[in-house]
């Protein structure tokens, strides 16, 4: 007997909203519980028809036999995914709890036909025939065993004696009836319990006044409580109001009298004195700083000074002759920096702008950036010195580039003149340089955008082919095939000679350090 399982679901799209009407390539799964990945049993149905509102039929079982055992531990969680061509998707609606109870029927019917012999299907029908008839005759001659040895005068006999016992039970006087009837009649006659329970419930009835009258006498003695307790209150409260009101008249008449009184003068509270813009003497400001809402603040001369808690007067800050700020300036005590916007020189006292000097006076080196970030510096326009010291090697020249070209290989101008590539051809003439990461001096802009940095003279890194020979310090180098390198020979023509080694190399390819220079 097969093992299937008949479902009626719903389809939905991702949205939610009912699938479109159409046949459907459907992958069923059965889950442990709502939330498992992990399916315990799955089927894949093809051709599923779904009708408007995404409701469609199936018989489950058939490809992938269900089995019993899946529903040992209670119900499973059922989940449906659409089959595509370019995979599955994820379910869309929620799992459907399933019991399988027509699978475990299945199975009991099975074992109850292996235990009555009946054969598996693929018997013949005339056989099982055979086999019914046998049963069934078998089950006659049992009857009419039975009938000729049992005949109806027995039967007639056992009822009659089962009459006359009913009748016994009813007509003693010590029966069981009679004892139930009496007990009966003890429960509700003159001395019978619903007696006690009448007398009891009269009881009570007679005592509801009494106690009626004593719950109204307790709620009047709280309410009595309650009423003098509030009548304290309202006598403090009174009490506080008349002290709050002579205090307000004292406030009152002392205000009138401060408001009578004549303005003070400088001279009486030891201030400065001031007569219209002018101020003679010096402004001292203990607390709460200055604030100056309009006009500004102008002096010839400023001295401030840092105050601390124990107001002690620490050593000046701050002295300067002239300050002028015309925009933001921040002070950063972690790091004892000053950030400000922008700086500009000026000419002299003139408030025009012009030559900004720094260290004029010690003549220290000025450092700009950091050895960690090394972002270095932007001029726009010449820059004039003594002397100009690099920290790395060579002097470069930016290039545009055709194809690509990386650092270490030998750069030779193009037949067009217009961009250079690594070299391809041994002892190129057109070679010009070796191309580089970073060089102590660069020229021609931004290496971003199909540009390349090329070493034209000094010390740079070239990818070389030494082969057997080897190559020494000294030796004169060529441009070669894919861009490295190799020893001159004497027969090398003019100008195919670039840079001399000044690293060796024994054998083979590697990268050797070279001293560049057009021969």
């Not at 008249?249 to 205000?255: E, G, H, Q, V, Y």
């Not at 070669?480 to 024994?506: H, I, N, Q, T, Y």
Request: hydrophobic share 40%; proline share 4%; aromatic share 2%.
């Amino acid at each position: 007997m097969a093992q299937i399982m008949e479902f009626s679901g719903r389809l939905t799209r991702s949205d939610k909203r009912p699938a479109n009407p159409g046949r459907y390539d459907l992958r069923f799964e059965l889950h442990a519980s709502a939330g498992d990945d992990d399916p315990l049993w799955e089927e894949t149905v093809r051709g599923i028809e779904v009708v408007p509102g995404g409701f469609f039929r199936v018989v489950l079982g058939r490809s992938a036999p269900l089995s019993a055992q899946l529903f040992d531990n209670g119900p499973r969680w059922l989940g449906v995914r659409v089959v595509r061509k370019r995979g599955i998707d994820d379910e869309t609606a929620p799992r459907v709890p399933v019991t399988g109870m027509m699978v475990r029927l299945a199975e009991r019917v099975r074992a109850l036909e292996d235990r009555l012999g009946v054969q598996p299907d693929h018997v013949e029908v005339d056989e099982r025939q055979a086999q019914v008839l046998e049963a069934i005759e078998a089950l006659e001659q049992r009857i009419e065993d039975l009938e000729r040895e049992v005949e109806s005068s027995d039967v007639e006999e056992r009822i009659r004696a089962l009459t006359d016992r009913v009748t016994r039970i009813d007509d003693e006087e010590d029966g069981r009836l009679i004892r139930i009837e009496d007990e009966l009649e003890d429960l509700i006659g003159p001395d019978g319990d619903v007696v006690d329970l009448n007398e009891r419930m009269d009881r009570i009835e007679g005592k509801a006044p009494e106690l009626i009258a004593n719950l109204r006498l307790r709620e009047k003695e709280q309410s009595r409580e309650r009423v003098g307790v509030l009548r304290k209150d309202i006598d403090q409260l009174s009490q506080t109001i008349e002290t709050l009101r002579l205090g307000s008249s004292r406030l009152a008449a002392r205000l009138d009298e401060i408001a009578n009184q004549p303005p003070p003068t400088a001279e009486a509270v030891g201030a400065v004195s001031r007569q219209g813009d002018v101020m003679t003497g010096g402004l001292t400001i203990n607390r709460g700083g200055l604030e100056v809402l309009s006009g500004g603040i102008t002096c010839r001369g400023a001295n401030v000074n840092s105050l601390e808690a124990s107001h002690q007067v620490k050593a000046p800050k701050v002295i300067c002759d002239a300050l002028e700020l015309r925009g933001d300036l921040t002070v950063d005590n972690t790091h004892r920096v000053i950030q400000v916007r922008a700086i500009e020189g000026r000419q002299g006292s003139a408030r025009k702008d012009g030559l900004l000097t720094l260290n004029a006076r010690g003549g220290a080196e000025v450092v700009i950036g950091n050895a960690e970030e090394a972002r270095g510096a932007q001029v726009h326009g010449p820059v004039t010195g003594g002397s100009f010291h690099a920290e790395g090697v060579g002097l470069a020249q930016v290039f545009d580039v055709y194809g690509s070209i990386a650092p270490g290989q030998v750069a030779a101008m193009r037949p067009d003149g217009a961009k250079v590539e690594f070299s391809k051809r041994d002892a190129d003439p057109a070679v010009i340089g070796v191309c580089v990461d970073q060089a102590g001096l660069s020229v021609g802009g931004s290496t971003v955008g199909g540009r390349a940095l090329v070493v034209l003279q000094g010390v740079a890194h070239v990818d070389v082919d030494a082969g057997s020979d080897g190559i020494a310090v000294g030796d004169l180098l060529v441009a070669g095939p894919e861009g490295r390198a190799r020893k001159a020979g004497p027969d090398a023509p003019r100008g195919a000679v670039f840079g001399k080694a000044v690293s060796p190399l024994a054998e083979g390819q590697g990268r050797i350090a070279v001293l560049v220079g057009i021969c």
